[in-house]
């Protein structure tokens, strides 16, 4: 084999929430819930599985901390071409309503620990929490190098270095030189996500996907506690005055035309 | 432990506007502990930063000269020093893209719980209270971290900017910056979205979201503002797509737009949009989820399907 890269994508999947929905003490009502890969992991196992294509990257193994029902989210990104995926659950994080940065950071501590990748790719961020932290505080507690909010990485990765653009606000790309092992937070549009072939879903069936206990990686229960603690959500108070317009499409679209013409618009 | 420690945030020469909004919020959770705000200034011109950031509020300030350009190993070393020297018992971090490529490394380091994102505070001496918003801002959380000690990161434009000249005594922190453990470089900047449009220059801007489905889809908005002779902008899943170039997408990390009229069509109003059109005159939403977060900020807005509003609309212009 030569002597390529491992790479570790830590893939989450998140809740979504549907348009009318109630919530029931510190979360939303599981009716008005759906699941589904994180956008922006589907931006890194992509990344991931193009530096395979390109004789880079020898595997790519995926790690989701995550109950029994999220294997099927799991499955998506094997479907997508990583080779086998890793599931870390255990009866100790039942329980736990919001597993914080830390808690999440010495989970995936055990496993890239195990499985001494060279590159991990994660995600910037989960859609539904958006904490957007737990790939640097990873680097930093595996000693890694890092990049955060990478929407670009050039496929050499000559003399161990990643040469990646990172997305800075107002439209300023940062060019840097990243020493590995490292971890890169992946952002959205580096790269277009593909749809899952139907041979590659029937593949992803037969692929390993191993289920990890606290025990297995070494790590003690109290390590997934956590100091965060979700006390109240809320609908957030809104000091709109919005006038809504109501009515058939003709009529709101009458409405706004009217508003439209009074600013000067299209005359 | 009761003092406060906040990092400035600057680039590329320029000291960013949330340098001022973390003075507020530190200068606040200070009043609650009791204790000092000092502001920290790593890298660039840290002197006529200090000049800039000694606003009313701040006790003290602490530079660490070293680079003129943002570089997280440097951050994270001189901010845990810092932290060693000044026992603070809250850190504060913008949550900008640099913000969030240090912070978590330096709660790692210091063992310390980290809340990001942050728009509310509130302290009692014991607990630390952070709201935080989920799901894309359709619900807001609150936080509490029950530890002596947490770093949190607070998001642009939430407190208000810190006014009037203050009186901190500004001094050269004393680090030790090891460059060995320093394993990335930057290598140079570049601008991006240019090209044959200018959205921000634009009177009226048609601005197209995810709720468009399919890029075929976008003809439809085309017509829309070909007929206002308007200009169409989009939300960044359209560009990332490869549905619309760059130089199209409104927001944060695309380009702030101050139109007269902004009409978001299919857009959620993710706060990372919203940073990049909140200025406009008149907004506009069109979206059939009535409790999304566009809604907040609009002005005008139709609670219904833009497939049938959308054609609607452009007939009454033709
Ligand atoms: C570091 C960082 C930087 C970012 N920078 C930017 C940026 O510069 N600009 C930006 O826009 N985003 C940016 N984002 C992404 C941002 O967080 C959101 O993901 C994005 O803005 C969502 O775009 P959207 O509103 O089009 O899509 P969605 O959030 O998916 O919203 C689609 C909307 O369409 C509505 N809809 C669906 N179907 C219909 C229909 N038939 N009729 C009417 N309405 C319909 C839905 O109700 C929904 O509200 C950034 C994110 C990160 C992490």
Same mark, same amino acid.
């Not at chain 1, 255990?90 to 808690?103: K, P, Q, R």
């Not at chain 2, 020093?81 to 900008?96: C, F, K, M, R, T």
């Not at chain 2, 993710?270 to 406009?280: F, L, N, T």
């Not at chain 2, 139709?302 to 497939?307: A, E, G, M, P, T």
């Given at each position: 084999?030569?002597?390529?890269?491992?790479?570790?994508?830590?893939?989450?999947?998140?809740?979504?929430?549907?348009?009318? !929905?109630?919530?029931?003490?510190?979360?939303?009502?599981?009716?008005?819930? =759906?699941? @589904?890969?994180?956008?922006?992991? &589907?931006?890194?196992?992509?990344?991931?599985?193009?530096?395979?294509?390109?004789?880079?990257?020898?595997?790519?193994?995926?790690?989701?901390? =995550?109950?029994?029902?999220?294997?099927?989210?799991?499955?998506?990104?094997?479907?997508? +071409?990583?080779?086998?995926?890793?599931?870390?659950?255990?009866?100790?994080?039942?329980?736990?309503?919001?597993? @914080?940065?830390?808690?999440?950071?010495?989970?995936?501590?055990?496993?890239?620990?195990?499985?001494?990748?060279?590159?991990?790719?994660?995600?910037?961020?989960?859609?539904?929490?958006? !904490?957007?932290?737990?790939?640097?505080?990873?680097?930093?507690?595996?000693?890694?190098?890092?990049?955060?909010?990478?929407?670009?990485? *050039?496929? @050499?990765?000559?003399?161990?270095?990643?040469?990646?653009?990172?997305?800075?606000?107002?439209?300023?790309?940062?060019?840097? @030189?990243?020493?590995?092992?490292? #971890?890169?937070?992946?952002?959205?549009?580096?790269?277009?996500?593909?749809?899952?072939? %139907?041979?590659?879903?029937?593949?992803?069936?037969?692929?390993?996907?191993?289920?990890?206990?606290?025990?297995?990686?070494?790590?003690?229960?109290?390590?997934?506690?956590?100091?965060?603690?979700?006390? $109240?959500?809320?609908?957030?108070?809104?000091?709109?005055?919005?006038?809504?317009?109501?009515?058939?499409?003709?009529?709101?679209?009458?409405?706004?035309?009217?508003?439209?013409? $009074?600013?000067?618009?299209?005359? | 432990?009761?003092?406060?420690?906040?990092?400035?945030?600057?680039?590329?020469?320029?000291?960013? /506007?949330?340098?001022?909004?973390?003075?507020?919020? +530190?200068? $606040?959770?200070?009043?609650?502990?009791?204790?000092?705000?000092?502001?920290?200034?790593?890298?660039?011109?840290?002197? /006529? !930063?200090?000049?800039?950031?000694?606003? *009313?509020?701040?006790?003290?300030?602490?530079?660490?000269?070293?680079?003129? *350009?943002?570089?997280?190993?440097?951050?994270?070393?001189?901010?845990?020093? %810092?932290?060693?020297?000044?026992?603070?018992?809250?850190?504060?971090?913008?949550?900008?893209?640099?913000?969030?490529?240090?912070?978590?490394?330096?709660?790692?380091?210091?063992?310390?719980?980290?809340?990001?994102?942050?728009?509310?505070?509130?302290?009692?001496?014991?607990?630390?209270?952070?709201?935080?918003?989920?799901?894309?801002?359709?619900?807001?959380?609150?936080?509490?971290?029950?530890?002596?000690?947490?770093?949190?990161?607070?998001?642009?434009?939430?407190?208000?900017?810190?006014? +009037?000249?203050?009186?901190?005594?500004?001094?050269?922190?004393? #680090?030790?910056?090891?460059?060995?453990?320093?394993?990335?470089?930057?290598?140079? !900047?570049?601008? #991006? =979205?240019?090209? &044959?449009?200018?959205?921000?220059?634009?009177?009226?801007?048609?601005?197209?979201?995810?709720?468009?489905? $399919?890029?075929?889809?976008?003809?439809?908005?085309?017509?829309?503002?070909?007929?206002?002779?308007?200009?169409?902008?989009?939300?960044?899943?359209?560009?990332?797509?490869?549905?619309?170039?760059?130089?199209?997408?409104?927001?944060?990390?695309?380009?702030?737009?101050?139109?007269?009229?902004?009409?978001?069509?299919?857009?959620?109003?993710?706060?990372?949009?919203?940073?990049?059109?909140?200025?406009?005159?008149?907004?506009?939403?069109?979206?059939?989820?009535?409790?999304?977060?566009?809604?907040?900020?609009?002005?005008?807005?139709?609670?219904? &399907?833009?497939?049938?509003?959308?054609?609607?609309?452009?007939?009454?212009?033709?």
């Amino acid at each position: 084999m030569s002597n390529g890269l491992c790479v570790l994508v830590p893939v989450t999947e998140v809740a979504t929430v549907e348009d009318e !929905f109630e919530i029931e003490g510190t979360a939303i009502a599981d009716q008005y819930l =759906g699941a @589904d890969l994180n956008e922006w992991d &589907d931006y890194a196992v992509e990344e991931a599985v193009q530096l395979q294509e390109a004789g880079l990257a020898d595997e790519v193994v995926t790690v989701t901390i =995550g109950p029994e029902d999220c294997e099927q989210t799991i499955r998506q990104a094997l479907a997508k +071409g990583a080779d086998r995926a890793i599931r870390v659950w255990d009866d100790a994080l039942e329980g736990v309503d919001l597993l @914080d940065v830390g808690a999440k950071t010495e989970l995936l501590k055990a496993v890239v620990e195990a499985e001494e990748p060279d590159l991990v790719l994660s995600g910037v961020q989960s859609g539904d929490d958006s !904490f957007g932290a737990t790939g640097v505080s990873l680097a930093s507690a595996v000693d890694f190098q890092w990049g955060a909010v990478v929407n670009g990485l *050039e496929h @050499d990765l000559e003399d161990g270095v990643a040469s990646v653009r990172r997305e800075l606000e107002g439209g300023v790309e940062e060019l840097t @030189d990243i020493d590995l092992p490292a #971890v890169l937070t992946i952002q959205t549009g580096i790269n277009e996500p593909r749809y899952a072939s %139907l041979r590659g879903i029937r593949q992803a069936q037969r692929k390993d996907l191993d289920v990890q206990t606290l025990a297995d990686l070494g790590v003690d229960a109290s390590a997934v506690e956590g100091d965060l603690e979700l006390s $109240e959500m809320y609908e957030p108070e809104t000091e709109s005055d919005v006038t809504v317009w109501e009515g058939g499409a003709d009529d709101t679209a009458g409405q706004l035309a009217e508003l439209l013409r $009074e600013k000067g618009v299209a005359q | 432990m009761t003092d406060v420690l906040a990092v400035a945030d600057h680039r590329r020469g320029e000291l960013r /506007d949330v340098s001022y909004e973390l003075v507020t919020a +530190g200068r $606040e959770l200070a009043d609650v502990t009791g204790g000092n705000l000092h502001l920290a200034i790593i890298s660039g011109p840290v002197d /006529d !930063f200090a000049e800039k950031a000694n606003r *009313e509020g701040v006790d003290a300030i602490h530079t660490v000269s070293h680079g003129e *350009e943002f570089n997280h190993d440097v951050y994270t070393q001189a901010i845990t020093q %810092l932290y060693d020297a000044i026992a603070p018992q809250y850190v504060l971090a913008p949550n900008s893209v640099n913000g969030l490529d240090y912070a978590p490394a330096v709660a790692d380091e210091l063992d310390l719980p980290i809340v990001t994102d942050a728009v509310g505070l509130e302290a009692d001496g014991q607990t630390l209270i952070a709201n935080r918003e989920m799901y894309g801002g359709k619900v807001e959380t609150t936080v509490e971290v029950d530890a002596e000690s947490a770093l949190v990161t607070i998001r642009s434009a939430e407190w208000p900017t810190a006014e +009037g000249t203050g009186d901190a005594e500004i001094e050269a922190f004393d #680090v030790e910056i090891d460059e060995d453990a320093i394993g990335s470089s930057v290598t140079g !900047f570049e601008e #991006v =979205g240019g090209g &044959d449009v200018d959205i921000s220059e634009a009177d009226v801007l048609v601005s197209i979201g995810r709720g468009i489905e $399919e890029e075929e889809n976008l003809d439809i908005i085309r017509e829309l503002a070909d007929a206002l002779d308007a200009t169409l902008s989009s939300s960044r899943p359209i560009v990332d797509n490869g549905w619309l170039p760059k130089n199209r997408q409104v927001g944060q990390s695309g380009k702030v737009v101050t139109p007269d009229v902004y009409i978001a069509i299919g857009i959620s109003g993710a706060v990372q949009h919203v940073a990049g059109m909140k200025g406009s005159d008149t907004i506009v939403a069109i979206n059939t989820d009535p409790n999304a977060p566009i809604m907040d900020i609009a002005d005008y807005a139709i609670h219904d &399907d833009l497939f049938d509003v959308v054609p609607a609309l452009t007939e009454q212009f033709q």
